[in-house]
């Protein structure tokens, strides 16, 4: 049925007389104001057709609108409350000439939605693109009727002078409503976007929405809405309301069910006008402001599935098998200390008082020495080697300075406050001989262990109060960040802000990824048992120094524990921080993850050089300040270093002189100056040693670890500029972390060589911890996502739980680094046990 009507103005008398006081004239404005307000501004007596149909669904329209007329499609159909059927409206404009486009205005009982034909959508600097095929679905209100019929219309019409052909199709979308764990595909494009309403089953609190395409272009964005009117189905509204993210193949939200009152929510699916978003090319940039770009096919085929997430019980056992590994570490180093307790026990019951026996009466006989060379010149042997400071006096001989064991007993109950190094320096008075000692071809820990016990115990305790306080500064404003990022996150549901492993993030309260935050405590609390530890053999070794035992005073390394204090709290802060990390990780706060990492590389490479270099071994404020150098080029490599080719230079440069310079120190154990006469003492080395004569190094064993380490960062120097590698503050803790290794080898050669040999429990510790450390670093290569890439690209990665449904891969590196690390420290804390009966001028200094 069609209805036509022919509407006339009649406005000639619609403004009636005018009031006596106001002018003739005015009141004819007036009036010629109110009728064009009243006729659209139209002229009077222009006729406008309106045409209206009866229509029907799943049938298609071809008709043409002009200025002339507006055409008005009546639809009706019957819905149910228990069942909820999408509309769907398809529109084609056949002509592309038309110099207006066309208005569609879809009337709804509780909603209105309009869109004008050719769609224009925007991209960046403004660009347009027309689309001449739009589809959009229709919002349906919820109905509290069994069954209800709804009408809506829509309307049809143009200010263009000249007829516009058009089609237009209303269709029924019979899988509007998603059903669980049941794959749906569809197609979407930028101006035909697609959305589906899933509703909550009983017993079901937490889904994950996967929307999953074998294309990777183009961009697309995956919405999560609340069941209400207007729904926000465009490129440039989605982002407007609810949690939103970009995807290329993979894109997953998790939903909980607290969020949304009715029960239900829609999936929205949008294809971007461009994929700069998504880390895809941008177009070029238009000759003319207003010209209009083809945007080309930009259809994506694409599925949706809606899953149930894990339940409660999943957290209960994901929280308890984290805290059971973590404790049994705590109840086997309990059962070691009680069998080492009996141990000793029945040693004491054998060997009544052994404290009171030298090393000789007690039947050990000190470690065999290594020989590769003469010993029998063991004195204050110099080479040509002139770079080091010359002594000016060597009258004084630097014998070892007798102790009574009275007098040390009385020197040890004196107040540590009232020993400053700065005050009392054994060594300042015979400064000269400390270039005889230091630059002998053989040295032993007794040459190097010279300054009082005291003062040194006071400079190492300040590692770790150094340490505490930067953890306690760093850690505040860290925390406070973070929270704010979730915040903003759960306000503006923009998912694009963390790269999460969204296939395997388990949302607790605010938190979006609770499951990469606990698999952290690890950290923690290995860092907490590695503290009790050394705490138990600190007191063991007070009260071994309290009883005059001659081995802790003669004997054996000397025990200093400052830097494993401040080894086990970097630990504890490593994993407080990682937790902080991943509460949001991103390209802005990765350096949270890594800072305490540089710290614990520097502080075991300063405790290996430590054990042997008790004397001249850096103090805690030029160590902190170098890490603080680190970190802090750490930063300008992430804000400044990616593809930047003048800075990977500078770093370059910085790092080889570096690498010359700490070589030098190690080389002349300190024993040189960088001065104005560097560059003179240089050329006199290289003259004396290379030209007059050739001759080899003095120390063999430093010269080739600091040529391989030399080697070594020369390569990672060279790698890093030709390369330049976009994720920089890896690049700078793989630095590190090699150095390290090296570093660890050659002490564990070099140890080996001297003759000296490795406990049952360092041995068990090195293998265990090597196997460990290869389990980890297999996981933590897998990359479940990251920051380099845009977030789209980043979730390409994504993949699904793969341990009690609960934890991935990274989550499983968190606990095998761990515990790695804990296994390294404790090498580092037994490797030289079976130096502790063996007498200081026996062991040997490399």
């Known amino acids: 049925m069609v209805l036509r009507s022919s509407w006339k103005s009649r406005h000639k008398n619609s403004c009636g007389p005018a009031p006596r006081w106001i002018r003739p004239g005015l009141a004819a404005l007036l009036c010629l104001c109110v009728t064009r307000l009243a006729c659209g501004s139209e002229p009077v007596g222009e006729t406008k057709n309106i045409i209206q149909k009866d229509a029907e669904f799943d049938v298609t329209y071809n008709d043409t609108v002009t200025s002339e007329n507006q055409t008005i499609y009546a639809f009706n159909h019957t819905i149910s409350r228990n069942k909820t059927e999408g509309v769907r409206v398809s529109v084609d404009v056949l002509s592309n000439k038309s110099e207006s486009p066309i208005l569609f205005v879809v009337r709804q009982k509780q909603a209105v939605l309009s869109f004008q034909v050719p769609l224009i959508l925007r991209g960046l600097y403004q660009r347009k693109y027309p689309y001449y095929h739009v589809g959009r679905t229709l919002c349906q209100p919820p109905t509290r009727a069994a069954l209800e019929t709804q009408y809506f219309f829509v309307d049809v019409s143009t200010l263009s002078s000249q007829g516009t052909n058009y089609q237009l199709r209303v269709s029924r979308v019979e899988s509007f409503t998603l059903q669980t764990n049941k794959k749906f595909s569809f197609t979407a494009s930028p101006s035909q976007p697609q959305y589906f309403k899933y509703v909550f089953p009983d017993g079901v609190d937490t889904v994950i929405v996967k929307v999953n395409s074998d294309m990777n272009f183009p961009c697309s964005v995956m919405s999560i809405q609340d069941i209400q009117c207007p729904v926000y189905d465009l490129d440039n509204n989605v982002a407007f309301i609810g949690m939103y993210q970009t995807m290329t193949k993979k894109g997953a939200i998790t939903v909980q069910r607290k969020d949304f009152p009715s029960n239900s929510f829609y999936v929205v699916v949008v294809v971007k006008t461009e994929d700069e978003a998504c880390g895809g090319p941008l177009r070029f940039y238009p000759l003319r402001p207003d010209e209009l770009i083809d945007a080309g096919n930009r259809s994506k085929v694409l599925d949706v599935m809606v899953s149930p997430a894990i339940n409660l019980e999943a957290y209960v056992m994901g929280m308890l098998f984290c805290l059971g590994i973590f404790f049994s570490f705590y109840l086997l180093t309990l059962l070691y200390a009680c069998l080492e307790n009996t141990r000793l026990n029945k040693r004491r019951e054998a060997f009544p008082n052994p404290a009171d026996m030298s090393p000789a009466e007690t039947g050990k006989t000190p470690a065999s020495p290594y020989e590769y060379g003469s010993f ?135 938190l979006s990824a609770f499951n990469n935050i606990l ?86 490479m300063l405790k290996l050089y430590q054990k042997r270099h008790p004397d001249i071994n850096a103090s805690a404020y030029t160590a902190y300040a170098c890490l603080a150098a680190v970190i802090f080029f750490s930063v300008l490599g992430v804000v400044f270093g990616r593809g930047n080719t003048a800075f990977w230079i500078v770093f370059s440069v910085i790092h080889i002189v570096a690498t010359l310079l700490l070589s030098t120190q190690l080389y002349y154990m300190g024993r040189w100056r960088l001065d104005a006469g560097i560059l003179r003492r240089i050329v006199y080395v290289i003259y004396t040693d290379c030209i007059r004569q050739c001759s080899g190094p003095m120390y063999i064993d430093r010269m080739v670890l600091l040529v391989m380490g030399n080697i070594v960062n020369w390569s990672l120097a060279a790698y890093g500029l030709i390369q330049k590698p976009n994720d920089f503050a890896s690049y700078l803790l793989a630095i590190a972390i090699c150095n ?4 660890f080898a050659f002490y564990i050669i070099m140890k080996l060589r001297s003759g000296e040999r490795i406990k049952c429990l360092a041995l068990v510790c090195i293998l265990f911890t090597a196997v460990v450390w290869g389990f980890a670093l297999y996981f933590f290569f897998q990359g479940l996502s990251t920051w380099q890439k845009t977030p789209a690209e980043s979730r390409e990665h994504n993949r699904d739980c793969i341990l009690l449904s609960f934890f991935d891969d990274h989550d499983i590196w968190h606990f095998l680094s761990s515990i790695a690390m804990f296994g390294s420290f404790l090498v580092l804390l037994t490797m030289d046990d079976d130096l502790d009966t063996v007498q200081r001028d026996k062991i040997y200094v490399f």
Request: glycine share 4%; charged share 20%.
């Open 740 to 743: 390290l290794l090296l570093y």
């Open 519 to 604: 698999s952290n405590l690890g950290y923690v609390m290995l860092g907490l048992l590695f503290l009790l530890i050394v705490l138990k053999r600190d007191i063991a070794h007070s009260r071994a120094m309290e009883r005059r035992d001659v081995n802790a005073l003669e004997c054996g390394i000397p025990k200093h524990f400052g830097l494993f204090y401040a080894m086990g709290t970097a630990l504890m802060m490593e994993g407080l921080l990682s937790a902080c990390y991943h509460v949001c990780p991103n390209y802005t706060n990765f350096q949270f993850d890594t800072s305490f990492m540089y710290m614990i590389a520097g502080l075991c």
């Open 376 to 510: 029998a010149d063991n004195g204050s042997t110099m080479s040509s080697e002139a770079i080091t400071d010359s002594a000016t006096s060597t009258d004084n001989n630097y014998g070892y300075m007798e102790r009574s064991l009275e007098s040390v007993a009385r020197s040890r109950q004196e107040s540590l406050s009232s020993v400053e190094e700065d005050d009392y320096d054994t060594l300042d008075d015979i400064h000269s001989d400390k270039n005889i000692v230091r630059t002998k071809k053989f040295l032993y820990v007794s040459d190097l262990a010279r300054k009082d016990k005291r003062i040194l115990s006071k400079k190492y305790q300040i590692y770790f109060w150094n340490i505490a306080t930067i953890a306690v500064f760093y850690a505040l404003p860290v925390i406070q960040l973070v929270i704010t990022y979730q915040t903003v996150v759960n306000v503006t549901g923009n998912q694009d802000i963390c790269y999460y492993n969204f296939l395997c993030a388990h949302p607790l309260g605010a």
